[in-house]
């Protein structure tokens, strides 16, 4: 699976715009790992409504999936609960 890494942890409107114009990705699955102090900012250029406005500094068991076949892109956030103490 190519990795790519062009895009610095502040240029997350530059990636967002290229994700969503570039018919490379219409119709295809991606993952994208980032900054976490960036995603909620990141989510929103990606046109997701209802993103909480920040994201906790002690935050790393998250995964966000934004949805795209629908009217408007939909957002569900899965606790992955892979370790002791990770939240339900």
């Avoid at 960036?38 to 250029?45: Q, S």
């Avoid at 500094?57 to 899965?78: A, C, E, S």
Wanted: net charge negative; charged share 30%; with cysteine.
């Amino acid at each position: 699976m190519p990795i790519d890494t062009r895009f610095e942890n502040s240029q997350f409107k530059d990636l967002a715009r290229e994700l969503l114009t570039d018919p490379r990705y219409q119709g295809t699955q991606i993952v994208i790992c980032w900054h976490h102090g960036e995603i909620p900012d990141f989510a929103k250029a990606l046109n997701v409504d209802d993103v909480p406005d920040k994201w906790g500094d002690d935050v790393f068991d998250r995964i966000w999936q934004i949805d795209y076949n629908l009217d408007h892109p939909k957002l569900t956030k899965i606790h992955q609960k892979l370790l002791f103490g990770d939240a339900d």
